[in-house]
């Protein structure tokens, strides 16, 4: 085989490698200008800082995986053969972590519409806790009693979700008991007095104290009070405490299931 011949075949293949090596050097500038353009919008829409680098990767790999089928096209290589290797390969790689493919998009479908965000507490399956963490594949929840829970994004966008801190303000409905022999009149005067003391409870929004229900051994009354939500618990169990301290002042009873037994002879 003579030289010239050898160049005039290694010619087609030479300028076939430089145009790919110039589409290569030119789409991957252009990859990193779309990415930088896209960063930019999602900064100024204010993106969550979770979901944004998972965006951003996504949307990379799918224009390499285009650039690089191109770049295969042009070296003569038969791309269609390609295009359904990397199909079969993407269903099979679904198949294979669906759960996870799953929680993905549940941990997406979070973070977009956003039913809770960090330092939140939840309820949701039956658990609940502080949320410490969002992944994009689970969730992170604290107990009171500080055991860690991990959530997977899949049941979780799925359920229903209780956001107790999402509000400012939180309606504390609590329920006592008084002997049927007490005049309602004084026991709702005795609640009210417990109430307006409480410097927590929101005075801007009125309290309400009512007779609720007439149980086998006692009257019940309802009292319902707003307060700032951090404020909840510390209210509700001081009006707990309260409430029996001044009922004892006032010698108001609190009845208890009893039981009567009669012997007949």
């Known amino acids: 085989m003579k030289i010239e011949d050898i160049i005039n075949f290694l010619k087609p293949i030479g300028l076939k490698f430089l145009t790919a090596i110039l589409v290569l050097i030119v789409g991957l500038f252009i990859i990193k200008l779309i990415k ?10 204010k993106t969550d800082n979770t979901l944004k680098p998972f965006l ?27 295009v359904a290797v990397v199909a079969s390969l993407g269903f099979a790689i679904g198949l294979a972590f669906q759960g996870s493919l799953s929680n993905f998009a549940g941990g997406i479908l979070l973070i977009i519409f956003k039913p809770f965000k960090l330092g939140d507490y939840i309820e949701a ?15 992170e929840l604290i107990t009171v009693d500080n055991k860690v829970i991990f959530i997977p994004n899949g049941n ?13 303000t939180r309606m504390l409905d609590l329920s006592f008991s008084a002997d049927y022999d007490e005049e309602p009149e004084k026991v709702k005067k005795v ?25 086998a051994s006692a009257i019940v009354y309802r009292v319902r009070v707003w307060v700032k939500t951090e404020e909840y618990w510390n209210v509700y169990y001081d009006l707990m405490e309260n409430v029996k301290t001044e009922f004892t002042k006032e010698n108001i009873s609190i009845p208890y299931n009893q039981l009567d037994v009669k012997i007949k002879k």
């Open 156 to 168: 979780l966008s799925n359920s229903n979700i209780v956001n107790y801190t999402a509000k400012k």
């Open 36 to 45: 930088r353009i896209i960063e930019n919008k999602l900064t100024k829409q």
């Open 56 to 82: 951003l990767s996504t949307i990379v790999f799918m224009l390499k995986l285009i650039l690089a089928i191109i770049i295969v096209g042009i070296l003569g290589i038969d791309t269609s053969s390609l």
């Open 125 to 139: 399956n039956g658990i609940e806790g502080t949320v410490s963490s969002l992944k994009i594949l689970y969730t």
């Open 191 to 215: 609640l009210l007095k417990v109430v307006n003391k409480h410097k927590s409870i929101l005075k801007e929004k009125e309290p309400l104290v009512r007779m609720l229900s007439h149980d």
